[in-house]
């Protein structure tokens, strides 16, 4: 009987991180006839949305026969339920599945005459706790990373730097100094000195750093991989300051992973409302011409003040163009940062439909009513990939920058939390594939309202027909689908993950 090689996938409970797993694991079962992989759901408490997506995905996952999916979710009674730090929360719900998927992975593989053998498991980043469960079974982990591989390489530097201080207080009061004084940070993954103020706030808070940083710390000491979804000819100074390091685990590019169904990425309602909410936004697309729509949309947590959203719909006004503007209420929480005085605000998931008409000023659907459309969810693939659409403001999340690369369309950054910043400054200086409208910085939420002429101008600039950024974005749009083909460094890299999943196997 011919074994088969399993894999046993754990992701995180975002959606757009689930569904970015989801494509790697059909590229990996396409690409060899004898792996297969089982998912292991763990939906965190506050997502009611999450179950409808995973059952959907179930439902329409062609490969199904050979990817199958565990809803493993425990009750978080366990879990600390005041605890308002997230990623102390996380790590804190992740703890307290260990066991339960050591029970279930024992489950799968408890018949001796079972053709499957366990050969790994695959981890998103935040989940690196699970090492300790594979080591268990006597199993390599590979850690998927979803993010740039310049952000893995700034971790795995900062991650050095507490260790060679000793003490993290002493990295976390130089960075902060550093960002009070406009400081810099060389770091071997970037070409150009990293501000310290687009540097993820959650290691400048010691509760964050710490576990973030134990995150980063089991990556560099018990992973035997990292999957990273990008491309070399995208980050050819981070990847191969990683490769060339010797220290570090093995790092396979395996992007841009892009999701072109669109499964999961920005959908926040399933069946026919979602369906008859893209069909009217396609067809109003059909009837624009080439290249003339500017499409904004924040991502799933992206949401602005009211005095925000007027200042872009009166820039949206003056720029006279064709738009597509996705607009969403988000349920947040404003709380006091205790290590700083500034104030942040704590991430809700987003579920609800928005009326148009509820955010937006008094009177400017029926003035724009014959060039511009606002919605609520945006199925942002199939925008971004309509011929009509000619820019993109966006919050820089990275699957949204591999996506708009792919279909080749250019980017004005307005990053809002976590490692956006740094994506922004990536993409604008170290890449130069994309406008700045805000670079924002992560330590401070700003209060503050940018201009509807810093808006206007940041517009104006990404839509220009012949400027040097559009030629770079398509020009690395044509790299980005080559390299997925076979002869590209993509599809290398993860021939040669599956060649070491299988020859540890074997």
Same mark, same amino acid.
């Given at each position: ?427 604008? #200086?170290?890449?130069?594939? @994309?406008? /700045? +409208?805000?670079? *924002?910085?992560? !330590? =401070?939420?700003? #209060?503050?309202?940018?201009? @509807?002429? /810093? +808006?206007?101008? *940041?517009?104006? !600039? =990404? ?44």
């Amino acid at each position: 009987m011919k074994k088969i090689a399993e894999l046993v996938f754990i992701p995180h409970a975002a959606r757009g991180h689930i569904a970015a797993m989801l494509e790697l694991a059909k590229l990996l079962i396409t690409r060899d006839a004898s792996l297969s992989i089982t998912v292991l759901i763990m939906k965190l408490p506050g997502n009611p949305n999450l179950a409808a997506y995973t059952d959907s995905l179930v439902a329409s996952n062609s490969f199904s026969e050979r990817i199958q999916f565990l809803d493993i979710t425990q009750s978080e009674d366990k879990i600390n339920s005041a605890e308002t730090n997230p990623l102390v929360f996380v790590d804190l719900f992740i703890k307290n599945h260990k066991r339960h998927v050591k029970n279930t992975v024992t489950d799968l593989f408890q018949t001796d005459n079972s053709p499957r053998r366990l050969a790994g498991f695959v981890v998103h980043m935040a989940w690196t706790e699970m090492t300790d469960v594979a080591n268990e079974f006597r199993v390599p982990t590979y850690v998927f990373w979803p993010s740039p591989a310049g952000w893995l390489g700034l971790n795995f530097h900062l991650q050095a730097l507490r260790e060679e201080r000793d003490m993290h207080v002493d990295l976390r009061n130089k960075l902060a100094n550093d960002y009070t004084n406009g400081g810099e940070l060389w770091v071997p993954s970037f070409a150009n000195p990293v501000p310290t103020g687009v540097i993820p706030s959650m290691v400048l808070d010691k509760s964050s750093a710490d576990v973030f940083l134990t995150f980063v710390k089991r990556i560099r000491e018990t992973a035997k991989g990292v999957i990273v979804n990008t491309f070399a000819e995208l980050e050819s100074h981070a990847v191969g300051s990683m490769i060339s390091d010797g220290k570090l685990p093995a790092v396979y590019s395996v992007g841009p992973i892009v999701n072109l169904k669109g499964e999961g990425s920005h959908a926040f309602s399933v069946g026919r409302e979602a369906q008859d909410n893209e069909s009217n936004i396609i067809e109003w697309l059909d009837d624009q011409p080439d290249s003339s729509v500017i499409f904004l949309c924040f991502g799933s947590c992206g949401s602005f003040s009211e005095d925000q959203v007027k200042e872009i719909a009166t820039a949206l006004e003056r720029t006279g163009l064709r738009f597509l503007w996705s607009v969403r209420r988000h349920p947040g929480l404003t709380t006091k940062d205790t290590t700083t005085t500034t104030t942040t605000t704590k991430l809700a998931f987003v579920s609800d439909f928005v009326d148009p008409e509820e955010v937006v000023p008094e009177g400017f659907l029926d003035r724009t009513a014959g060039v511009g459309k606002v919605i609520s969810w945006a199925p942002q693939v199939a925008v971004l990939s309509h011929r009509a659409v000619g820019g993109f403001v966006s919050h820089c999340g990275w699957n949204s920058l591999l996506e708009s690369l792919w279909f080749g369309v250019p980017v004005a950054t307005w990053p809002l939390f976590a490692e956006q910043q740094l994506n922004a400054f990536q993409m604008v #200086k170290e890449l130069e594939l @994309a406008v /700045e +409208i805000k670079t *924002g910085n992560s !330590r =401070v939420v700003d #209060k503050g309202v940018v201009s @509807a002429k /810093e +808006i206007e101008d *940041g517009i104006m !600039r =990404v839509m220009e027909p012949h400027s040097d950024i559009r030629k770079r974005v398509k020009e690395i749009s044509q790299k980005s689908r080559k390299t997925m083909i076979e002869g590209g460094s993509s599809y290398s890299s993860l021939g040669r993950f599956v060649s070491d999943v299988l020859e540890n196997l074997y």
